[in-house]
Nanobody, 119 residues
Framework: QVQLVESGGGLVQAGGSLRLSCAAS????????MGWYRQGPGKERELVAR???????NYADSVKGRFTISRDNAKNTVYLQMNSLKPEDTAIYYC?????????????WGRGTQVTVSS
């Protein structure tokens, strides 16, 4: 069983930065793809960023150039560095892990962390 715990959310002004962390339990972290999803008020869940087990990354068009996903397999942790934040980035951000991380979802989920960007 993989458990994921997110941290690092909070309230920030537009233009500011936050770094989210997701700590994973289990010794198989290094073979899983990892991703960050978000769901804003009244919006559908969106895959924000993904990093494969080999380190390849993909981003939603809405965050390209502003967000960076990375992973530290030694620490079983994945990060999401968010810069130049906008009010429309306000959402609950969820970490996910699995054999596949796609727009359809993944296998394992964290409980989420709230990110609020004020204008």
């Amino acid at each position: 069983q993989v458990q994921l715990v997110e941290s690092g959310g909070g309230l920030v002004q537009a233009g500011g930065s936050l770094r989210l962390s997701c700590a994973a339990s289990g010794s198989i972290f290094s073979i899983y793809d990892m991703g960050w999803y978000r769901q804003g008020p009244g919006k559908e869940r969106e895959l924000v960023a993904r990093i494969t087990s080999s380190g390849s990354t993909n981003y939603a068009d809405s965050v390209k150039g502003r967000f960076t996903i990375s992973r530290d397999n030694a620490k079983n942790t994945v990060y999401l560095q968010m810069n130049s934040l906008k009010p429309e980035d306000t959402a609950i951000y969820y970490c996910a892990a699995g054999r596949i991380v796609s727009t359809r979802g993944s296998d394992h989920w964290g409980r989420g962390t709230q990110v609020t960007v004020s204008s």
